[in-house]
């Protein structure tokens, strides 16, 4: 058990809806960061943040958005759903730059 | 752009057959090169770090090393629980931010 955690874990909805998937990084972690992965392009970054502030963005969609909260949980915002962006999310913390990311257990979404 | 190649894409041993895995990047400067273990449907397990050429860590069976162009993952005496997706990524010495560029992993499969 990595210590950090997300939810939900499985995610089944329709083309053109809007989800939310929640990240709760480990205890005295400040940076989130957001991966997705599928069967076709491997692990792929998608944005950090580091104490409620983005620091980074990688080839995150457009309709895609995230943040973090004070408390330093962390929401990934999915919407206008097609059905490519069905793959597992993931959610990792660190405690400082250069450190190692902790990977939380996913979010298989599947849009249909 | 960074870059990550992983060899074999799979490789198969016999349980005490000991093998490397390859791992070759491309980055504008280094910051570090993790190695991450993935079960299916999991999240990526956190194996080791390695931040400068020549650098060795261990741990158990596993062995993992660093040159200036490749990082060698050695399992010496294989077990089945071995069995898993081996993942290497790296993290520049960006500006800000900390982003990890993974590889496309190697699949193992220890028999016994």
């Known amino acids: 058990d990595s210590g950090v955690t997300q939810t939900p874990k499985h995610l089944i909805t329709a083309t053109g809806q809007r989800v939310t998937l929640r990240c709760s990084p480990r205890?005295?972690?400040?940076?989130v960061y957001w991966y997705q992965q599928s069967l076709d392009q491997g692990l792929q970054f998608l944005i950090q943040?580091?104490?409620?502030?983005?620091?980074a963005k990688g080839n995150i969609l457009e309709r895609f958005s995230a943040q973090q909260f004070p408390d330093l949980h962390s929401e990934l915002n999915l919407s206008s759903l097609e059905l490519g962006d069905s793959a597992l999310y993931f959610c990792?913390?660190?405690?400082?730059?250069?450190?190692?990311?902790?990977f939380g257990p996913g979010t298989r979404l599947l849009v249909l | 752009e960074d870059q990550v190649t992983q060899s074999p894409e799979a490789l198969r041993l016999q349980e005490g057959e000991s093998s490397s895995l390859n791992c070759s990047y491309t980055?504008?400067?280094?910051?570090?090169l993790f190695w991450y273990r993935q079960d299916p449907g999991k999240g990526p397990e956190f194996l080791f770090t390695?931040?400068?050429a020549g650098e060795e860590k261990e741990k158990e069976r596993l062995k993992a090393t660093l040159t200036k162009k490749e990082s060698f993952l050695h399992i010496t005496a294989p077990k089945p629980e071995d069995s898993a997706t081996y993942l290497c990524?790296?993290?520049?010495?960006?500006?800000?931010?900390?982003?990890?560029?993974f590889g496309e992993g190697t699949q193992l499969t220890v028999n016994p």
């Open positions: 990792a913390s660190s405690f400082r730059a250069g450190g190692p990311q902790y």
């Open positions: 943040y580091y104490n409620g502030e983005e620091r």
């Open positions: 205890s005295g972690d400040l940076s």
């Open positions: 980055v504008s400067g280094l910051r570090g």
């Open positions: 390695l931040y400068s």
């Open positions: 990524a790296v993290q520049a010495k960006e500006t800000s931010g900390s982003r990890l560029t």
